[in-house]
């Protein structure tokens, strides 16, 4: 039997995930390739590889969060990547855009999680990697491998080490009952849900608890903070029913709009996310959790055609 052959691996960054990117590559022990985004006075850009990649595996890390030049970038570079003879090209996307227009919820809408899959594949991309998909269904967007890496193996240790001594886990909202029953496995704890009724996108008109929450600990899981709203709201109404404390993990820290202002004046002890998007200010209720070692350990495996089931083992 013919031994296993490994082709040349070179990591790249985009201009949105330069600061992640390179934890990733210091974690997988080789340094970031030279990658430069030429720029002209209208806003129009155009990447190109500073270094041979002919016959290299390609690794494209970049967040497609707003605005939306980090797509465009992306995608740009795997173009560019497939035109100077690239072996196998991996669009590492660590926090996935547009996630949220997954279905038709309304006539005459867009489903932009699939419209930015067929954007990525008829650019060129051989795989794609991600982490926590708003939905796991859009894995199913695609007709080439996903590697849809689980958050839970960078939270779990974390809340672990808080030792808390009542803990239960929420869900924000009947959506993300499935992603908090999960979580809660980890711990063997109870789930209550916190069931909202919106007006409009980011305006929730009520908002009612299923669920006890008395003198428990509680960890509200999404996978997605935004302007906050839901969970400040949620975090005070659990207050309000007698919890001794609330706590949120979010692994996408979106943040937009006065969304930090919201999370400090806010009941909730502290709000842990990750860094697959860079804060745009630090706060001391914030707790960034660091993506790069699973990133780089999911790279590795692709590479050397090993297991990525291994990395969800908490």
Wanted: include cysteine.
């Amino acid at each position: 039997m013919m031994p296993l052959q490994f082709n040349p691996v070179k990591l790249f960054s985009g201009t949105g995930s330069r600061g992640l990117s390179l934890k990733i590559a210091e974690s997988y022990g080789r340094p970031l390739g030279d990658v430069t985004i030429h720029k002209f006075s209208d806003g129009e850009f155009q990447p190109s590889f500073d270094e041979s990649i002919r016959g290299c595996d390609v690794f494209l890390i970049q967040s497609t969060y707003q605005p939306s030049d980090n797509l465009m970038e992306l995608l740009l570079m795997v173009d560019a990547a497939k035109r100077a003879s690239a072996h196998y090209i991996t669009a590492v996307v660590p926090y996935y855009g547009l996630a949220r227009q997954d279905r038709k919820d309304k006539p005459r809408v867009a489903i932009g999680a699939k419209l930015v899959a067929n954007l990525l594949k008829s650019a060129g991309i051989h795989r794609i990697m991600t982490m926590d998909l708003h939905a796991a269904q859009i894995q199913g967007f695609f007709d080439i491998p996903v590697d849809h890496l689980d958050g839970s193996v960078i939270f779990v240790p974390y809340i672990k080490s808080l030792n808390l001594p009542n803990l239960t886990i929420a869900s924000p909202d009947m959506g993300g009952s499935y992603r908090a029953r999960t979580f809660a496995k980890f711990f063997n704890a109870e789930v209550i849900i916190c069931d909202k009724r919106r007006k409009r996108a980011n305006e929730i008109e009520s908002m009612s608890i299923i669920g006890d929450v008395t003198g428990q600990d509680v960890v509200l899981i999404d996978d997605i903070c935004d302007t906050a709203g839901t969970l400040s709201k949620a975090a005070a109404l659990i207050m309000e029913n007698g919890a001794a404390s609330v706590r949120a993990v979010c692994t996408h820290a979106v943040l937009s709009g006065k969304a930090i202002e919201t999370v400090e004046n806010s009941v909730l002890t502290e709000l842990i996310v990750t860094d697959t998007i860079p804060l745009k200010m630090e706060s001391p209720k914030i707790k960034v959790l660091s993506t790069a070692s699973l990133f780089a350990r999911a790279i590795a495996n692709v590479n050397e055609h090993g297991s990525i089931s291994d990395l969800f083992k908490v």
